[in-house]
């Protein structure tokens, strides 16, 4: 078994129990909150002010609002300590905070004066806590950030629906089907660096070497620039009450790097990997994508807000926010006007009220204007 596919036990064993989520839709709440209530600042790394509070230390931007300060997260500390070429452990076992400020503060100013990229946000735990707003990254200002919510949208759209659901101990469990850690939560982790997911099928008969299989998909990522988007598909036998994965075959592994001008082209290739879990059912969801893309919705925004409220039941301002994020650079390439172009822009839409309950009913709806094209 590749060594990769022991990360859902190292993630089980090692992971802090607020990390670890009891269902799908609450990570999902979770991430989106998270972006919802995250904000990203560019800056000059000159510009960064290290402060003292009581035995802590805290960061603000000097040419920012007069006296707003910051926590940070272990990562963050870190990739600060690294810029100012400070070791970490020094400056907070060996130095008072005041000292440990100053000298931060002198090695960021005889640095080189760099564009960066602050990420100011909170970090929801599996209990539906929220964490005050901290600073979460420090990265360049070229770097492309990848929301776990956006992913996790993807996983809702095509995942989940084809058989896949938050994979589960399936041997060696005791009468509960606890898994080792004593609680009956899926492999569904996230926490301030990083998130880890993964989903399973039940076994099906055409299996390899002549045995039922189940189909598997592992996912990462990092908003704050710890790892890449991974992924990893293939067939497996169990897993057992330690999250250890049996006898995987026919491993395909992606890795998607945070770089370049748009998330949404990763994102895309994410959803590609998606698609290949159910390579039976790929063929006719592209051709009803081709279609949808032929055909026109309605002639013009107007009409299209009409037909929208009249035969998918959209309220009026719902159908003219679709309208707007249709023209969301997710959608770049789409005719304009046509059934994919507006299915898209209601599930845009959807993503960002934040409710999960409203984000599947419109999903749905999307799903159902594509359809409609091959109906016109």
């Known amino acids: 078994m590749p060594d990769m596919l022991t990360d859902a036990s190292s993630q089980l064993s090692s992971r802090p129990s607020d990390e670890h989520f009891a269902t799908f839709a609450d990570l999902r709440d979770a991430a989106v909150y998270d972006k919802q209530h995250s904000k990203e600042v560019n800056v000059r790394s000159h510009d960064l002010e290290v402060m003292p509070s009581g035995n802590t230390l805290r960061i603000g931007n000097r040419k920012g609002s007069s006296g707003t300060s910051y926590d940070f997260s272990q990562f963050a500390f870190s990739k600060l300590c690294t810029m100012a070429g400070a070791p970490k452990s020094f400056l907070l076992e060996k130095l008072t905070p005041q000292t440990a400020a100053n000298a931060i503060n002198e090695s960021l100013r005889r640095s080189t004066n760099e564009d960066i990229q602050l990420l100011l946000g909170s970090v929801t735990g599996s209990d539906g806590g929220h964490s005050d707003t901290k600073l979460r990254a420090i990265t360049s200002q070229k770097y492309c950030r990848v929301w776990d919510a956006e992913l996790l949208h993807e996983v809702n759209e095509w995942l989940l629906p084809n058989g896949f659901r938050p994979a589960l101990p399936t041997i060696n469990t005791n009468a509960q089907q606890e898994n080792i850690m004593g609680n009956n939560k899926p492999c569904l982790f996230r926490g301030d660096r990083n998130s880890f997911a993964f989903f399973m099928t039940d076994k099906v008969d055409e299996?390899?070497?002549?045995?039922?299989?189940?189909?598997?998909?592992?996912?990462?990522?990092?908003?704050?620039?710890?790892?890449?988007?991974?992924?990893?598909?293939?067939?497996?036998?169990?897993?057992?009450?330690?999250?250890?994965?049996?006898?995987?075959?026919?491993?395909?592994?992606?890795?998607?790097?945070?770089?370049?001008?748009?998330?949404?082209?990763?994102?895309?290739?994410?959803?590609?990997?998606?698609?290949?879990?159910?390579?039976?059912?790929?063929?006719?969801?592209?051709?009803?994508?081709?279609?949808?893309?032929?055909v026109l919705f309605a002639d013009n925004k107007e009409d299209a807000a009409k037909r929208l409220q009249k035969q998918f039941n959209l309220t009026k301002a719902f159908a003219e926010q679709a309208l707007e994020w249709a023209n969301h650079q997710e959608n770049d390439g789409l005719k304009w006007m046509s059934h994919a172009y507006i299915g898209n822009g209601v599930t845009s839409a959807a993503k960002v009220t934040g409710n999960a309950d409203h984000l599947v009913e419109m999903a749905t709806v999307g799903g159902d204007i594509f359809l409609a094209a091959s109906e016109s």
Do not use: Y
């Open 207 to 294: 299996g390899h070497g002549g045995r039922p299989v189940r189909r598997g998909l592992l996912f990462g990522n990092s908003e704050v620039g710890n790892k890449a988007v991974t992924s990893k598909r293939f067939v497996f036998d169990d897993m057992c009450a330690n999250f250890l994965i049996w006898n995987a075959e026919a491993v395909q592994s992606t890795r998607l790097v945070h770089r370049g001008d748009s998330s949404w082209k990763l994102i895309r290739k994410f959803r590609d990997e998606l698609r290949r879990c159910s390579p039976e059912l790929v063929e006719t969801e592209l051709e009803i994508m081709r279609q949808a893309d032929k």
